[in-house]
């Protein structure tokens, strides 16, 4: 079963602008990941935020974290066309790290040139 | 170093037959995780492995089962087919508890 929803499920944007997707999950977590798929392709990882952290930066990206909302962000700035893709987030359980991990349902991002 | 590596890409079955998936893990790498992912579902954990033991296993019938070897490499299996088995199957290896490193996939559809 999914840990939660990602919101929204679908986005298009004008190349050259940001792009904002959230992520909820339901239980307490060790971490949260997100990941990028191109078209039924493999998953890339991106970026891993912890429980203990609040913003995370990498590049483009940026990822917020609050885990009294159980929520997630990820912010992706000055978009280009090659970002065209499905961003999923995962949460790793407290128990056991990051060999189990619950995706959300996620967000399939299409950049406009 | 070589990433994940699946075989094979695609997969035609039909109906009742069983099939079996290879992964092989980023060298160094002794966790395998597997993962199915259909577009009803999205994706969801099946099982891991670690030094050739399952350590966690999702919600899956005992149709679906694994192993891994000495050399870290892992196979999956599903035995009796069914249509609703027809999914992208993703493998994941990683040295720590931090990052997940996927495999292109490998294709099943079930006729």
């Known amino acids: 079963s999914q840990q939660g929803e990602e919101d929204p499920q679908a986005l298009s944007i004008q190349e050259g602008e940001n792009a904002t997707m959230n992520c909820s999950y339901k239980?307490?977590?060790?971490?949260l990941q997100w990941y990028r798929q191109n078209s039924g392709r493999g998953l890339v990882h991106l970026i891993l935020i912890r429980s203990n952290e609040r913003e995370k930066h990498s590049g483009r990206l940026r990822v917020t974290l609050d885990t009294s909302k159980k929520s997630s962000s990820l912010l992706i700035t000055a978009s280009r066309a090659a970002d065209t893709a499905s961003y999923f987030c995962a949460t790793a359980p407290l128990r056991w790290g990051n060999e189990k991990l619950t995706f959300g349902t996620g967000t399939r991002l299409t950049i406009i040139p | 170093k070589a990433g994940v590596t699946q075989t094979p890409r695609y997969l035609i079955k039909t109906r009742g037959q069983q099939v079996t998936l290879s992964c092989s893990p980023i060298?160094?790498?002794?966790?395998v995780s597997w993962y199915q992912q259909t577009p009803g579902q999205g994706l969801q954990f099946l099982f891991e492995?670690?030094?050739?033991?399952?350590?966690n296993k999702g919600n899956f019938p005992g149709r679906f089962s694994g192993r891994q070897f000495s050399n870290s490499r892992s196979e999956m299996n599903v035995s009796t087919l069914e249509l609703g088995d027809s999914a992208l199957y993703l493998c994941?290896?990683?040295?720590?508890?931090?990052?997940?490193?996927f495999g292109p996939g490998t294709r099943l559809t079930v006729l």
């Open positions: 492995y670690f030094s050739e033991t399952q350590r």
């Open positions: 060298s160094g790498h002794r966790s």
């Open positions: 994941a290896s990683s040295i720590s508890t931090d990052t997940q490193y």
């Open positions: 239980t307490s977590i060790n971490n």
